[in-house]
């Protein structure tokens, strides 16, 4: 069935990204928002940098512990590493966030779902968090917003090389290598890395480990020929080995997963002439996973995702815009019958920037053609206004949709090929003061979303039936004064069934992070507060609603920079040892300790 075209409008609102880092101030470019490199003051949406300085401090194990309570985004998981993970952006279903690795989408062919457990960080240079549509920009999925994940590059200058040895609680072990060479216009990097944990157990009822093991490896690319053009490639593959909890019929707990993911990009940027670029971008992103229930497999699944674009970015007299067009084919291998195991997506998109003394204006439009169930064309606009040098107001609008999955309309445990894509439109009211040392900004956002996919709890069948709206508040602030950083995002929101009238599950009213850092000499020390109200749930045994209790977790960090060459690095997760639940039944980490040694060769 064709999808209803939508009226072309755009999308945006506006948060402070941290100030304290050089590469977050005003000056630094970011791509992700509208497919242009531009300011954070000129990127009229609501966005956060997190750079490989601040992974470093943080110490994180895994990319959403990094994500997790950031302005918007909420996390659900199902016990320890390697188990289902959900992320909620904005209050959207964990499918309405558009996820990249360098450009290339992730998501899963088959269901839409992201396997955060495949994205290292060690091999992450920079994450860009965009809140708010930007269907116009990239077409399916952005309804809540995209996350860009940019993979390390060679660093500038000579040669370098780092080797980190980690250990922690849980027979916990982790060795990354890291090097990068620069010779004349070209630069060369690799990376290996390997993680493996005995992990604790998923279910609260259940005192069986669910261990999980990585091995990650990583090659990069980039040569300029003269100021003529740039070639960037770029090869991310890894390994994952898992346990988990609560597989097959009747239920067991005796499951293991194992499967890889591999992100092949490259692209090429031709220098045309001042003010004009193009640039042509591919990519090839495949996925095999395996699950074993009381040591029989259950078959391999395995996708691939073919992605090209071709971009042309023109600066003059009436502002800046990127125009192009995009196609990618996905397509699926299982052990279970589809009626179909592939689809194809023609785009093309216009997006406009233009700066007028205290006006700032920016629209795009996009028109997409899925084989699979039709066409759509969505929009957006955003306006600002500088109140004063430092302080900015304004206000943007933009449609966005989720096309129906495979497995939706095609998959073997029921499926519907009629289902119209899930549509939503999005209003936006912001404000933004960016002084040198601090910055605070407030962001209310208004989401509707229509013919959201439900399913016949008898037959299995999906239906356009489901309704939401989100109403909600992001505060952000960040303040820097001598060696002290504090970082904060405080999110309270209202996501609504429409149809019921009852919270949307998993999602929280009211949740936030606070990050402060003192740095002295050769030390730093660090701390981070997650919490988060209590959530609808369902009960893990008899599938009635229920509620998961709100928690608050503190997080202690401390770093000692023996040499220019030599570090020693701690943490504390959940110092307080606090039980709680993200997902009702499944167990957390409890209070885990882990130290390490970084060598700058």
Known sequence: MPFRKTPLWLAIGVTVAPLSQADQRLDTLQVTANRLPQTRADVLASTTIIDRDEIERLQPNSVTELLQGRAGVELAR??????????????????HALVLVDGARIASATDGSINWEFLPVAAIQRIEIVRGPRAAA???????????????????????????????????????????????????????????????????????????????????????????????????????????????????????????????????????????????????????????????????????????????????????????????????????????????????????????????????????????????????????????????????????????SLLDLYGPYGANPDLDAETSRTAELFWRLDRETWGLSATAFDTRIDDLIDYDPATFIPYNVGKARIRGVELAGDWQYGGFTLHAALTHQNPENRETGERLKRR?????????????????????????????????????????????V????????????????????????RDYQLVDGYNTQGRYLEGGITLRL
């Open 508 to 552: 929280a009213r009211t949740f936030g992070r606070l990050d402060a850092d003192y740095a002295t000499g050769d030390w730093s020390f660090g701390a981070t507060l997650r919490s988060a109200g209590d959530r609808r749930d369902t009960d893990a045994v008899t599938f009635a609603d229920t509620t998961t209790a709100g928690y608050a």
């Open 138 to 404: 990239y077409g399916a999925d952005a309804i809540g917003g995209v996350i860009n994940i940019i993979t390390r590059q060679a660093e500038t200058g000579g040669e370098h090389a780092t080797l980190e040895l980690r250990a922690g609680g849980e027979h916990t072990r982790r060795e990354t290598a890291w090097f990068s060479a620069t010779q004349k216009d070209t630069r060369l990097s690799a990376l290996i890395d390997h993680q493996s944990t005995d992990g604790f157990s998923a279910r609260a009822d259940d005192g069986d480990d669910d261990g999980f093991d990585q091995r990650t490896g990583k090659l990069a690319m980039s040569h300029a020929f003269g100021e003529r053009a740039d070639l960037d490639v770029s090869l991310l593959r890894t390994r994952n080995d898992y346990d988990y909890d609560d597989c097959g019929y009747p239920s067991s707990q005796d499951c293991r997963g194992e499967g890889d993911q591999q992100v092949l990009s490259a692209s090429l940027t031709t220098h045309n002439r001042p003010g004009w670029d193009t640039e042509l971008a591919v990519a090839r992103v495949t996925e095999s996973r395996e699950r074993f229930i009381d040591g029989r497999s259950s078959g391999e699944t395995s996708t691939r995702r073919n992605e090209a674009s071709l971009t042309n970015r023109l600066s003059g007299d009436w502002g800046e815009t990127a125009l192009g067009a995009d196609v990618r084919d996905a397509s699926l291998d299982s052990p279970l019958t589809y009626a179909e195991d592939g689809r194809r997506n023609w785009g093309v998109f216009a997006n406009w920037h233009q700066r007028l003394a205290r006006h700032r204006l920016s629209a795009g439009i996009r028109h997409d053609d899925d084989n699979r169930f039709g066409g759509a064309t969505t929009g957006s606009l955003a306006y600002a206004y500088a109140l004063t040098d430092a302080q900015q107001i304004g206000a943007s609008y933009a449609t966005a949709y989720k096309a129906p």
């Open 554 to 577: 503190m997080d202690l960090r401390t770093t000692w920079r023996l040499t220019p060459r030599i570090a020693l690095s701690a943490k504390l997760d959940n110092a307080l040892d």
């Open 78 to 95: 199902n016990g320890a590493r390697g188990n289902q993970t959900s992320l909620f952006l904005r209050g959207t279903n964990s499918d």
